[in-house]
């Protein structure tokens, strides 16, 4: 059973930074595609970030430029540095492989 743990959520003023942590347990880590997701109040859950095990990413273009996802294998946990935060990234963020999501964690945006 694969158990994903999310941390890093808080709340910051409009312009901020916040970096997310996701530690992953029970998988084959490495092989994996990992992939912050998030939903906001009365919204559906959209993928924010993906990062192969080969490295390659991709983002929703909301939040190119500003959102960085990477991975640390050997820690077995996957990121995402948030930049430059605006109010509408205000969600509950979540991290998914395989199919299997973390619990989330709130990212709160104001001033």
């Known amino acids: 059973q694969v158990q994903l743990v999310e941390s890093g959520g808080g709340l910051v003023q409009p312009g901020g930074s916040l970096r997310l942590s996701c530690a992953a347990s029970g998988s084959t880590f490495s092989i994996n595609t990992m992939a912050w997701y998030r939903q906001a109040p009365g919204k559906a859950r959209e993928l924010v970030a993906r990062i192969t095990s080969g490295g390659s990413t991709n983002y929703v273009d909301s939040v190119k430029g500003r959102f960085t996802i990477s991975r640390d294998n050997a820690k077995n946990t996957v990121y995402l540095q948030m930049n430059s935060l605006k109010p509408e990234d205000a969600a509950v963020y979540y991290c998914?492989?395989?199919?299997?999501w973390g619990k989330g964690t709130l990212v709160t945006v104001s001033s």
């Open positions: 998914w492989q395989g199919g299997w």
